[in-house]
């Protein structure tokens, strides 16, 4: 892939013990990123990874825990790969009130670079599940991002939606 080629990366994340997905709040101003997921400490989470257009993902990694993918047959687009994985939050701290954590992501495309990027989070008890699930349904969080010289991938445009 050249220099300043266009690549996507969209996630989702779905609670394993439901199927649900994930919540998302807005924050405004009151912390780096104006959007905060939630996520509940103990669960284990179902994460989906599509790029566009065609790249095989080299290693993916969330707070430095090194997530085993498989590649799967979901989308319809000739020009997509979607990959599944698995990640536990056990050991994650709950945040405490009027703080967010910022979720190391790193995703590793075979040959062509390294997307490094944080999601503004909230861990919540297990057992907490009025806030955890309160705000809108997250239904994919993505990545804009351009091939630089260094072999990295600049975010042009990170929305969650």
């Known amino acids: ?8 990366l969209t996630l989702s994340f779905k609670r394993e013990s439901d199927g649900l997905p994930v919540y998302f709040k807005s924050d405004g101003q009151r912390f780096a990123n ?7 400490q103990d669960e284990t989470y179902n994460v989906e990874i599509t790029v566009r257009p065609v790249i ?3 290693q993916f990694q969330l707070q430095d825990e090194k997530i085993s993918l498989e590649k799967i047959n979901k989308s319809l687009d000739p020009n997509a ?11 994650f701290p709950v945040t405490d009130k009027n703080k967010r954590e910022q979720l190391k992501l790193t995703i590793s495309l075979w040959n062509k670079g390294t997307l490094t990027a944080s999601l503004q989070s ?7 599940t009025q806030h955890a699930r309160w705000g809108d349904k997250l239904t994919f ?10 072999g990295s991938l600049t ?3 990170q929305i969650i939606q």
């Open 1 to 8: 892939m050249s220099i300043g080629k266009s690549v996507r």
């Open 34 to 40: 104006p959007q905060t997921i939630k996520f509940q």
């Open 56 to 58: 095989p993902i080299e």
């Open 81 to 91: 790969l979607t990959y599944a994985g698995v990640w536990k939050t056990t050991g």
């Open 122 to 128: 909230k861990f919540y008890e297990h057992t907490e």
């Open 141 to 150: 969080v993505e990545f804009e991002c351009t091939v630089s010289a260094d």
């Open 155 to 157: 975010v042009l445009k």
